[in-house]
């Protein structure tokens, strides 16, 4: 929610939101293609040779936004400043 001195307040602790969690709020889908998260842009879905490389990429974007949380880069944040 919208602070009241132009900040924002957290719904939850940062350490339950995750750099995905943002990223998707403000970006929407993560899919590097669209017919990763919907097939039915494509005809040649079935036959798309770099298909499993970008449903791989996304996978690992996903895991990897994932495991990073607002609290992690709140000290990672923290420790550039020192």
Request: positive net charge; charged residues 30%; glycine residues 4%.
């Amino acid at each position: 929610t919208r602070g009241a001195h132009v900040g924002y307040r957290l719904a939850k602790s940062p350490t339950l939101i995750s750099v995905k969690d943002i990223v998707q709020a403000l970006e929407g889908n993560l899919s590097t293609v669209e017919c990763v998260k919907n097939p039915s842009v494509c005809k040649r879905v079935k036959s798309c040779v770099t298909r499993d490389v970008w449903e791989t990429l996304d996978e690992k974007i996903t895991t990897t936004l994932s495991s990073i949380t607002l609290d992690d880069l709140v000290k990672s944040q923290g420790r550039l400043k020192k």
